[in-house]
């Protein structure tokens, strides 16, 4: 019962976050490849993700998103996230920022991580991440990403 309270709730602030926006806001959806290792994992993955980003000055921002991530190996189930990031303004295109955030599916534990994300033109971007998976009763695992995407 916690894992959907914490899944309702963070639900709840991706729809609320576009009402909460100052201008300069920004939704995101991206397409993001990598490779998960640990407990005896090694393999690549593939996802997607939607989220929006809002403005806290000219020097930081936050945001929420929720993702659907795949092992690219039989006997996994896409691995849904929801979660959060709150990050700095790096020049005039690149965002650096931490992540958190709650997964559920095959392995329902928090994340945390760090990432960079940069604009290539007007509307699209490319990121780079990572994310340190906790797992309760089993080793952790850990995500090397890489992802583009749009921004509106």
Do not use: C, W
């Not at 916690?2 to 995101?28: H, T, Y």
């Amino acid at each position: 019962m916690k894992k959907f309270a914490v899944a309702a709730a963070l639900l709840s602030a991706v729809v609320a976050v576009p009402a909460m926006a100052a201008d300069g806001g920004e939704i995101r959806a991206e397409v993001r490849g990598g490779y998960v290792t640990g407990s005896g994992l090694d393999d690549a993955t593939l996802g997607a993700a939607v989220g929006y980003d809002f403005d806290l000055g000219s020097t930081t921002f936050a945001g929420a998103e929720i993702a659907g991530d795949k092992v690219l190996k039989n006997g996994f189930d896409v691995q849904f996230s929801a979660g959060g990031r709150v990050g700095a303004k790096v020049g005039t295109a690149g965002k650096a920022y931490v992540t958190g955030g709650y997964t559920f599916s095959d392995i329902d534990d928090p994340y945390a991580g760090v990432g960079y994300q940069h604009r290539l033109g007007a509307n699209t971007y490319a990121k780079v991440e990572y994310r340190h998976q906790f797992i309760g009763n089993f080793s952790d695992f850990d995500t090397f990403a890489a992802g583009i995407g749009v921004a509106f």
